[in-house]
């Protein structure tokens, strides 16, 4: 019952920042934990980063630990992703999504998904 598009994607230098933005029409889920997922050419969809439903908690995988930063802003229906000291292992299709029940960690967890808005890093 609620559509997520992601905006923000596009070419950086390693090294260099890019933002990441979600924003949720229809029905919206502020009261839901949100996540980032990221898929690379030929594999399979890791998580990324999650965000609770206050903003108050945030988890990330290790492999982005220091360098991206989860937030929202639940009146303006929408998820961000500050992405730092980005590295060409970071070059990915990045998912935004809505997470329902289980492990905030397991993309099996989220209902709702964006199509995706591509990264890449040159080195």
């Known amino acids: 019952q609620v559509q997520l598009v992601e905006s923000g994607g596009g070419l950086v230098q390693a090294g260099g920042s890019l933002g990441l933005s979600c924003t949720a029409s229809g029905r919206t889920f502020s009261r839901n934990i949100m996540g980032w997922f990221r898929q690379a050419p030929g594999k399979e969809r890791e998580f990324v980063a999650a965000i609770s439903w206050s903003g108050s908690s945030a988890y990330y995988a290790d492999s982005v630990k220091g360098r991206f930063t989860i937030s929202r802003d639940n009146a303006k229906n929408t998820v961000y992703l500050q992405m730092n000291s980005l590295e060409p292992r970071d070059t990915a299709v990045y998912y935004c999504?809505?997470?329902?029940?289980?492990?905030?960690?397991?993309?099996?967890?989220?209902?709702?998904w964006g199509q995706g808005t591509r990264v890449t890093v040159s080195s």
């Open positions: 999504a809505a997470h329902y029940s289980g492990s905030y960690y397991k993309e099996e967890s989220y209902v709702y």
